[in-house]
């Protein structure tokens, strides 16, 4: 019973494969981005073929890459088992009987068109694969969501009640997962099929080309030298690195294995330099220009064009990254902390010289998907951009084994996402054929008494404790299918209840109990994971008000449609907010500050950053008050400043 429960509920372990095992498994994923590549430039594929040519190849690479459980000993953590081989042939031979009846699925009527028993059995052994491996390679929170609304279409009807439904039969609630584009191959599937994939595609060609390094070395030239040079080093690389790889979880492991240290070393303790680093990680995928993969995700999701989401998120994001970069510097002026020794610093004119070609593959990406250009077609050629940078400097020339590499990476790193679209598409199927969705909107507004504040904390909270443990991909998914109708019903435009979504799904990732980007992050570190994730919370207190307030006034998503002195008047008072809250955050301004400052520079902060006019012109008046008493050292509570 232990075992048959461990198999239930363990995350699988990634196995260390050689020989032939290994050699097989590479040239799967090589001609899985192969694929992906002449689907996105010359070869038409009809859509929900295509997503299902690509959930095949993502279910045989998890069958052979992913073990069942997290302890299955040497055999099959170094070695293929014979049964997995048997399953990931039964899954490739499901998949080519599927493409090869589309013509006939496409043409069909759902739930009223009978399915074939084959078609029943390829269902089943679809739903019951995704689901299963899903939990292989993420653990059991998802997959067991997935369950939960399967089995509310199924047993909903006999719930009185609110909750009820009308009774729906097995075989049409099959029929909507898997042979329409209302279940496993709905719009997550979509963009992780076509934008997510090319997007992870492009870095991991970026990462193979030897950027990274340019990224690290141009971090220290511009902020190594001011106070806390360490720590804004760690921000800006973290930054820059999440853009393009849209995983905290990975960007804190791979940037943090250098600059955690670095931090330390530099003076800071172990728990703010992992907070610092999760947080800073995190940001990466709600700061454009290119934001992880939660553009390409609302591109798909909300219809909203690139460039809008890109140019609305940007004043959001620059305040995300002005928090956390002055939390950093009051901390280093608060303690005495100085900037890294210039000496052992580049120039910056010398790292441009030798890396500013690693640029144009960005301004590339950018450029086209600003102009309109499909995502698909920016990230091709984004890519190839990068290969030519490659070939500029001998060191980083990417030759065929290099290519070959990144094509292989691509792929298997685009397994999770991928499985965890498919069981947020398990979601939406559960979602639409039974109406919860509407309920669910009508009890958050029930239980927010039609206040929006109220519903926005529910909804707020329902994202991150959805999103927990989960990849930014998948926790948007799931959490816009579930909140997105309550924002409606609160007269929320997309932009603005899509952007609300994103920021706290992609936040969940530094909030306990379950912060895997702050216990990454205290990994390295060597601090308590707990109270790395509490004080990632505590420095990222900005972005948790951020969403809050461009919902109730959107212009502080400045596009040039809202552009206007009120706009400018909003940007400044949040940026001078900002200041000021990360001050009392902090305890020190030009010195340090006594509890009772601290507590109202945090409010004066927090009114300057609500866009009214009278909250802004209050929390200006209490910031005068502060920084009259910090430069002329008045006393506050007895004691001389």
């Not at 460039?307 to 994001?317: C, E, L, S």
């Not at 991928?418 to 969705?437: P, R």
């Not at 992609?506 to 379950?514: C, D, E, G, K, N």
């Not at 001078?576 to 409010?603: F, H, N």
Request: hydrophobic share 55%; glycine share 10%; with cysteine.
């Amino acid at each position: 019973m232990n075992k048959l429960w461990r198999l239930m509920t363990e995350e699988g372990k990634k196995r260390k494969l050689s020989g032939t095992d290994a050699k097989v498994v590479k040239w799967i994923a090589v001609a899985m981005s192969l694929y992906q590549l002449a689907q996105a430039t010359f070869l038409t594929v009809q859509p929900q073929m295509h997503y299902a040519i690509h959930l095949t190849f993502i279910m045989v690479l998890c069958s052979l890459i992913y073990t069942r459980t997290y302890s299955p000993g040497p055999r099959t953590t170094n070695r293929i088992p014979v049964e997995d081989w048997i399953y990931a042939v039964i899954l490739a031979l499901a998949g080519v009987y599927y493409c090869s009846q589309m013509d006939i699925y496409l043409t069909r009527m759902p739930m009223v068109d009978m399915l074939s028993n084959l078609e029943i059995v390829i269902g089943i052994l679809t739903v019951v694969a995704v689901i299963g491996l899903t939990k292989r390679c993420m653990g059991f929170v998802l997959p067991f969501i997935g369950c939960i609304f399967l089995a509310y279409a199924f047993f909903g009807h006999l719930i009185p009640g609110v909750f009820y439904h009308r009774k729906l039969l097995a075989v049409d609630i099959l029929d909507q997962l898997v042979y329409t584009t209302n279940g496993i191959y709905s719009s997550p599937i979509a963009a992780a099929a076509t934008y997510v994939f090319m997007f992870v595609m492009f870095g991991s060609f970026f990462a193979a080309s030897g950027a990274g390094d340019f990224f690290y070395k141009f971090s220290m030239a511009v902020a190594g030298r001011y106070a806390g040079g360490a720590g804004k080093v760690a921000i800006i690389t973290s930054g820059l690195f999440g853009m393009i790889n849209g995983s905290p979880t990975a960007n804190v492991v791979t940037t943090g294995s250098f600059t955690i240290p670095m931090m330390q070393k530099a003076g800071y303790d172990g728990i703010f330099s992992g907070a610092v680093t999760a947080v800073a990680a995190t940001g990466g995928g709600i700061m454009p220009p290119i934001m992880g993969t939660a553009a390409f995700l609302m591109v798909e999701m909300a219809g909203i064009a690139y460039k809008d989401i890109a140019i609305a998120a940007f004043v959001p994001g620059v305040l995300y990254y002005l928090a956390l970069l002055l939390i950093v510097h009051f901390r280093a002026r608060k303690f005495g902390l100085v900037g890294l020794n210039p000496k052992e610093l580049p120039s910056v004119k010398a790292t441009l010289k030798e890396g500013w070609i690693f640029l144009i593959p960005i301004v590339i990406l950018v450029v086209m998907l600003m102009r309109g250009y499909t995502a698909n077609l920016a990230a091709v050629v984004g890519t190839v951009a990068v290969i030519a940078a490659s070939w500029t400097r001998k060191e980083t020339r990417m030759k065929l084994p290099e290519i070959i590499k990144a094509l292989e990476d691509a792929a298997k790193s685009s397994v999770i996402v991928s499985l965890s679209c498919a069981v947020a598409g398990c979601v939406i199927a559960g979602l639409m054929t039974t109406g919860l969705s509407g309920k669910l909107a009508s009890l958050i507004l029930s239980l927010g008494g039609n206040s929006t504040l109220v519903a926005l904390i529910l909804t707020a909270a329902i994202c991150t404790l959805l999103g927990m443990g989960m990849p930014v991909a998948a926790a948007y998914c799931l959490t816009a299918a579930l909140c997105i109708p309550s924002l409606y019903e609160l007269g929320l435009q997309p932009l603005e209840a899509h952007m609300f979504v994103v920021y706290f799904a992609t936040l969940s990732a530094i909030t306990p109990p379950v912060a895997v980007a702050s216990y990454a992050a205290a990994g390295i570190s060597g601090a308590n994971a707990a109270t790395v994730g509490w004080q990632a919370c505590r420095i990222g207190l900005v972005s948790f008000a951020v969403p809050f307030i461009f919902v109730f006034d959107p212009m502080l998503m400045v596009t040039p449609q809202n552009f206007c002195l009120r706009s400018i008047f909003i940007v400044v008072m949040a940026t001078i907010g900002v200041i000021i809250l990360c001050s009392g955050l902090e305890g020190y301004l030009r010195k340090q500050m006594p509890m009772i400052l601290r507590i109202l520079a945090v409010l004066a902060g927090l009114l300057m950053i609500y866009p009214e006019p009278i909250t802004s012109y209050i929390g200006l008046g209490i910031s005068v008050l502060i920084i009259a008493q910090q430069m002329l050292g008045i006393k506050v509570g007895g004691k001389a400043n």
